[in-house]
């Protein structure tokens, strides 16, 4: 502990002395990671914020919770309500997961643990910066966005399937728990809860997700400047230096190398520097599955501050992102040994200038095509714990 509040203390002392000797470098970092949270981060997550707050106020997760508990607990070994992080963490981006797993914990639908799990296995990039900003802005291929896609999320529900079959079993806990579901989401859809007042509601709604965005915002500006900071004193050159070693017997080239260093302090600026390399597509995919799944230590932060409540174990969380990050890189590589790199990408040529590839895509189309997904999702889940409570009663 005393030596993680020295390492901390540490970093801000240099980041502070470095907005003092080079003021005009930290305003363009903060600048940059100020436009970044404004044009996509804002209009990607800030909507589900809202839409997710008001659903658990009104007890839908609760009722998904009593219809999906046949589905979500053989599965993963958790309750019915967990859905709804599964789903919009999966569709809306880090750090929904974290926001989510917090809220259930405090309505008393997960456990510390059930919510500690959850949160390990539901922070994901948005399909708005998978696809829109990587595959078509960065890589000109929406192919490429749907193939790192893929991996990504398939790695991560690996890593909550693993979660469930590693945890204590909880014997008698699955019909408590649909129970007091039940007793929960008929509390909240009769208003009795507290009285319902739909203009306290949303206005609770917008302030707590104005809250959230405004977090994250914060922190991806401060680690922009880090990332600044680290570039300037020589620290990122140092520690690409030491990637470009592990990487020599794949022929990693140093600006690879430079890109998979700044991924892992802030996993957009990463990306676009990986894009640029020029390292043959294949390895800079697989590479780049890897960094998805670490997510950085900006996303480390966001998530562990949007938690703190539960809290969840900085161990816990990073374990399960290293076992992403093999998962997504393993999945990636057997992707591209049968599909080929050069059938995802088009020419270079049509890429659009790097200062506008985060931004050169309809964000409001994403962000909708993201929420209809969510929808389908819960749709079909809800269909397949039908058909399994039938089976059952039969």
Same mark, same amino acid.
């Given at each position: 502990m005393r030596l993680g509040r020295f390492a901390a203390t540490a970093v801000a002392l240099a980041v502070a002395f470095f907005m003092i000797i080079s003021p005009q470098n930290s305003v363009a970092a903060a600048l940059a990671g100020l436009e970044l949270w404004a044009k996509v981060l804002v209009p990607a997550l800030l909507p589900f914020f809202m839409v997710a707050e008001i659903l658990v106020a009104l007890g839908f997760a609760a009722f998904l919770g009593r219809w999906l508990e046949p589905l979500i607990r053989p599965a993963f070994k958790l309750p019915g309500s967990a859905s709804l992080v599964i789903v919009m963490g999966f569709c809306a981006g880090f750090p929904m997961g974290a926001v989510l797993s917090r809220r259930l914990n405090e309505e008393g639908l997960l456990s510390r643990a059930e919510a500690e799990r959850v949160c390990g296995f539901? *922070? *994901?990039?948005?399909? !708005?910066?998978i696809i829109g900003a990587v595959g078509v802005g960065m890589f000109g291929s929406a192919a490429v966005g749907y193939l790192l896609a893929g991996c990504h999320y398939l790695s991560n529900l690996c890593v909550g399937l693993l979660?469930?079959?590693?945890?204590?079993?909880?014997?008698?806990?699955?019909?408590?728990?649909?129970?007091?579901?039940?007793? /929960?989401? +008929? $509390? $909240?859809?009769? #208003?009795? /809860?507290?009285?319902? $007042?739909?203009g306290a509601l949303m206005a609770d709604a917008v302030k707590n997700s104005v809250n959230s965005i405004l977090a994250v915002g914060g922190f991806v500006l401060l680690f922009s400047v880090v990332t600044a900071c680290c570039r300037q004193w020589g620290l990122m050159e140092w520690l690409a230096a030491a990637w470009q070693g592990l990487l020599a017997p794949w022929g990693a080239s140093l600006p690879l190398a430079a890109g998979i260093t700044?991924? !892992?302090?802030?996993?957009?600026?990463?990306?676009? +520097?990986?894009?640029?390399? #020029?390292?043959?597509?294949?390895?800079?995919?697989?590479?780049?599955?890897?960094?998805? @799944? !670490?997510? #950085?230590?900006?996303?480390?932060?966001?998530?562990?501050?949007?938690?703190a409540a539960i809290p969840v174990r900085t161990s816990f969380y990073l374990k399960c992102r290293l076992l992403q990050a093999v998962l997504a890189t393993a999945f990636?590589?057997?992707?591209?040994?049968?599909? #080929?790199?050069?059938?995802?990408? /088009?020419? +270079? @040529?049509?890429?659009?200038?790097?200062?506008?590839?985060?931004?050169t895509f309809d964000v409001w189309r994403v962000v909708g095509a993201s929420a209809l997904a969510a929808l389908t999702a819960l749709l079909i889940m809800l269909f397949a714990a039908w058909l399994c409570e039938n089976r059952q009663k039969r």
């Open positions: 539901t *922070n *994901n990039s948005s399909p !708005l910066f979660l469930g079959r590693l945890a204590p079993a909880e014997q008698g806990m699955r019909r408590y728990r649909r129970r007091e579901m039940r007793t /929960k989401g +008929a $509390n $909240n859809a009769s #208003g009795e /809860k507290a009285g319902f $007042n739909p700044t991924g !892992l302090f802030e996993i957009s600026l990463g990306a676009q +520097a990986v894009s640029a390399a #020029g390292d043959p597509l294949g390895l800079k995919l697989t590479l780049l599955s890897a960094v998805f @799944a !670490l997510g #950085g230590l900006s996303i480390l932060a966001q998530v562990i501050s949007a938690a990636c590589a057997v992707a591209l040994h049968f599909i #080929g790199p050069d059938a995802l990408i /088009k020419t +270079a @040529a049509l890429l659009p200038p790097s200062y506008k590839m985060l931004y």
